[in-house]
């Protein structure tokens, strides 16, 4: 069964053509990096307007690499949540017209189940039930994967999520947006130990995130020592992050380990655009070693926004009968 997906949640337009859940025939994404980069962040109003310039182009491109037609095609699924509602519409609009007019199935698929799937198409032998560990731009959750299509929430992010907290520490230290990359590069050549930050807890939640005040923290510090004539150096900046990639990384294990010592250790996948990062995937990996748990991690081209997770996860949906109809909407938040 071959599954077109569609994905546009935030910056990136993607499409990609996948069979049986497991296989990639082709993947095309178009990023709107340079553009944002001018704004030191996403602009949604134009990244809505990007997503409607390339979005013809990227799925023509993906038929075209996985050398089928739309007619080869089983079904069309779609990112209709979370993200950017505006950019959002682009694709959930482009894939009922799509599918509206060639008879074909729209299967709608939630991001973050899109991002877990990623895993799917790189171990063949991974499959639910396992704890799933989803750190990105725009979220920070620890889940159950049940079953493909059943996911519950074991702790999620109150305020900023890990990605947004990177961007936003890089963007005061100056680095090129995306802050991510140069974020975990210059974390390997800093001291963990120079500055002291922390990041808290929420009441009554012990596994939910919060990075807001850690975030704060980094850029109230900065301000502080620039203000009394401090140089922005590269020790500076090296030492800022990686003191503030130590304790979000911290922060994170800290609730992996809590989970694994009341569980035991289980099968645990790691996704989202953060999981690229360096330090993260050697903190997780440490830690699941620890406690006798199996990591599975997607290689660095899935981490980010793709349209491949999207067509994965939809297989899934599909098969247990989910489909959207002409009515079918975005939302900028949902429960996974």
């Known amino acids: 069964m071959k599954?077109?997906?569609?994905?546009?949640?935030?910056?990136?337009t993607a499409a990609a053509v996948v069979e049986d859940g497991r296989k990639v025939l082709s993947s095309v994404v178009a990023s709107q990096i340079d553009i944002h980069a001018v704004y030191g962040g996403v602009v949604p109003e134009i990244a809505s307007r990007a997503h409607t310039e390339a979005i013809c182009g990227v799925v023509n491109s993906a038929l075209e690499q996985a050398e089928v037609t739309i007619n080869d095609i089983d079904?069309?699924?779609?990112?209709?949540?979370?993200?950017?509602?505006?950019?959002l519409l682009t694709g959930v609009s482009f894939a009922k017209g799509l599918a509206f007019s060639t008879g074909k199935p729209l299967v709608p698929v939630h991001h973050i189940r899109g991002h877990v799937a990623a895993n799917y198409l790189v171990h063949e032998e991974l499959k639910p039930p396992f704890v799933a560990l989803v750190v990105s731009g725009g979220h920070t959750s620890l889940m159950r994967v049940n079953d493909y299509t059943d996911y519950s929430l074991i702790g999620c992010a109150r305020d900023d999520a890990a990605g947004e907290a990177f961007d936003k520490c890089a963007r005061v230290l100056g680095l090129p947006y995306p802050g991510g990359a140069a974020m975990d590069k210059l974390a390997g050549l800093g001291d963990s130990k120079k500055y002291k930050f922390?990041?808290?807890?929420?009441?009554?939640?012990?596994?939910?995130?919060?990075?807001?005040?850690?975030k704060t923290s980094v850029i109230n510090l900065v301000h502080s020592e620039t203000q009394r004539g401090r140089v922005m150096d590269e020790e500076f900046?090296?030492?800022?992050?990686?003191?503030?990639?130590?304790?979000?990384i911290k922060t994170i294990t800290?609730?992996?380990?809590?989970?694994?010592?009341?569980?035991?250790?289980?099968?645990?996948?790691?996704?989202?655009?953060v999981a690229a990062n360096s330090h993260l995937r050697k903190a997780v990996g440490e830690t699941a070693e620890k406690?006798?748990?199996k990591l599975y991690l997607p290689p660095l081209k899935l981490c980010g926004d793709n349209a491949a997770m999207i067509a994965s996860q939809g297989y899934f949906e599909f098969l247990d009968g989910v489909r959207g109809g002409t009515d079918l909407n975005a939302y900028a938040t949902k429960s996974v």
Request: hydrophobic fraction near 45%; aromatic fraction near 8%.
């Open 3 to 12: 599954i077109l997906g569609i994905e546009s949640s935030c910056d990136e």
């Open 75 to 87: 079904a069309i699924s779609v990112t209709n949540a979370p993200g950017l509602i505006g950019a």
């Open 198 to 214: 922390t990041a808290g807890n929420v009441d009554g939640a012990e596994f939910d995130f919060s990075f807001s005040g850690l």
């Open 237 to 248: 900046k090296a030492d800022v992050a990686a003191s503030f990639t130590s304790t979000l």
């Open 254 to 273: 800290t609730r992996l380990e809590l989970l694994f010592q009341r569980e035991g250790g289980c099968n645990i996948v790691l996704a989202g655009g």
């Open 291 to 293: 406690y006798g748990a």
